[in-house]
């Protein structure tokens, strides 16, 4: 089971992402939006990372960057506005 099929199809609590954080499955985990209930989530091992968008039929993986190559952070960035964007069109 991935990561993504492992995730209430609802948003998540503070308390659920804080718990994604202290997993070994990742290695950081932050919310897109601030203040409460997540819908848009960031995802980054060492390898990659992905953005990840709640929509009607549960979590969607609308964005994945390969670490190689890539600076951790302009793949944050990346993916962050991949998710922003997921979130304005649907």
């Keep these: 089971m991935s990561i993504v099929d492992s995730l209430p199809r609802?948003?998540?609590a503070d308390g659920e992402l804080a718990a994604l954080n202290r997993s070994d499955a990742v290695d950081l985990a932050v919310a897109v939006?601030?203040?409460?209930p997540t819908?848009?989530?960031l995802l980054a091992t060492d390898r990659w990372v992905k953005g990840l968008a709640l929509s009607g039929e549960g979590?969607?993986?609308v964005e994945t960057v390969s670490l190689e190559g890539t600076e951790r952070y302009d793949a944050l960035r990346s993916c962050e506005d991949a998710v922003r964007a997921f979130a304005d069109g649907e």
């Design 33 to 36: 939006e601030s203040g409460g």
């Design 59 to 61: 979590w969607r993986v």
């Design 10 to 12: 609802r948003a998540l």
């Design 39 to 41: 819908e848009g989530v």
